[in-house]
């Protein structure tokens, strides 16, 4: 994490760092705001995915897309699920073992998450999906583009399904 560390989270900056950590991640998001697509400024412009519950992760390992399956929300805004289907993604060895552990434990829920642009294959743009889970786990998706999909949902109980990390597909080599 760039911004919401864990450090942050927990408070252990002064408190104007700690103050300070909203408006220098919103200047970082005006800054690139004109480079990002129309979905991944709907992630970056108010999405909240704050204590979202992970229902599935699916990684697809042959078509390079990592789908990301949440229920966010809260009493006052309602409840909902949030599918951020990462195209072209690309997740480390470790970052795919941390969203499987993540995935299977069903007290992990989403803290903070922020966006940024980065270097893709070849050296295009490409798009960078930070997360900070509960417990602390730091993960990071490279992304191409980014399918959302939202749909109400009446509290935030998570369906239970036998395993909740679904990976398919080879792995590169």
């Known amino acids: 994490m760039r911004f919401f560390t864990p450090e942050w989270h927990e408070a252990d900056l002064p408190q104007a760092e700690t103050d300070a950590v ?19 400024r709907v992630l970056a412009g108010g999405l909240n995915l704050q204590n979202a519950l992970i229902r599935r992760v699916v990684l697809d390992r042959t ?4 789908r990301l399956e949440l229920r966010a929300g809260d009493e006052e ?32 829920e989403l803290l903070y998450d922020e ?11 490409a798009y960078l999906h930070r997360l900070l889970f509960w417990p602390y786990r730091e993960c990071e998706v490279l992304f191409d583009a980014l399918a959302l999909r939202l749909a109400p949902r009446g509290d935030l109980d998570v369906p239970v399904l036998f395993d909740r990390f679904v990976e398919v597909g080879q792995q590169a080599g």
């Open 63 to 66: 078509a390079r897309e990592l």
């Open 77 to 108: 805004a309602g409840f909902y699920d949030v599918d951020l289907t990462y195209l072209g993604a690309i997740v480390d060895a470790a970052d795919v073992a941390l969203l499987a552990e993540a995935a299977r434990d069903p007290d992990t």
């Open 22 to 40: 909203f408006s220098a991640y919103e200047r970082h998001l005006n800054a690139i705001w004109p480079r990002l697509h129309a979905t991944v």
């Open 115 to 125: 966006l940024d642009l980065s270097g893709g294959a070849g050296g295009a743009e």
